[in-house]
């Protein structure tokens, strides 16, 4: 919707001056509206100032799937429409994007993690179906060497992993993450004064890690297995070792810990996400998550990504 540039930059303002303010000035700032403390968890002031400006949402985000059988997500702004990898089938991410009245002809580029098959899977049908229409894909120059192409030739932008780059409205910058591929990178992206972090597929929590959540407003991060679930799970035992392993996935232990002691008190939603179908149940997952978030006294709003499922439209 088009609304006076004025009206945008107070809303925006206002967005980042909300987030600025720490977790109990959001509360006080609630309770003086009359919402209570559950919705208080949730309250950053925006619905108030988007009904003030008459706008609708500035960020729009949907995890259409998040598991080993296939991962995208879809981000985006007004103008720009991005999504992070496409081990979806081209007819499946067509439907999903439609269920959120998003057309799949309008994505503007895509940006891949690395090449594993539940995040490449759709990527080569999903560039041939562009039809003449170029559909950029960004990935690490390590990661570019590793995708079959078939028949098609799509523009391909690499980069060095940790490097920025800019897609329409979004800033985005890649970090390396530890894990079985040939260059595999998570992303943050930014625009509107609003940051999203997806990171999935990692054996372990980094330092650069760390440092790239740091004022994220939404987090994606994997919560892959139960430890106990693996041991005793069906999988052969060199893929236990794998998972478990510094270059495999992480464990729900292992996301909580993160949550305990590293996530940032800005992070308004959190999403738990490539959840193991055989290792792990998202109970489980929302549990711990849930027990580690009261430990830290955040408001932040858990949500887990069941296998399979898409999730809701996170609006910012
Ligand atoms: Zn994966
Ligand atoms: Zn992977």
Redesign the pocket.
Known sequence: MAFPPVLRLAFVAGRVYMHGKNFEAKTNSAKLFGINDESAARWTGYPLLKALAGVGLIVKICILAS??AG?SAFIATERTRLLIDA?LSRRELKKRLAAIGEDIANIDAVLV??E?S??TNGLSALVRGAEGRSLPVYLSCGTARFVDWGECAPPVESFQAGRGFTVGDFDIASFTIPHDAADPVGYTLTAEGIKVAIV??LGYVTDSLRVHLRGADMVVLESNHDLEMLRVGPYPWPVKQRVMSRRG?LSNEVAADFIRNDLDTRVSTLVLG?ISEHNNHPELVRNLASKALRGRELFTRLVVAEPGMQSEVFCY
Do not use: I, K, R, V
């Open positions: 598991s080993s991962n081990g993690t690395h594993h539940d995040h999935t597929d996935h490539h």
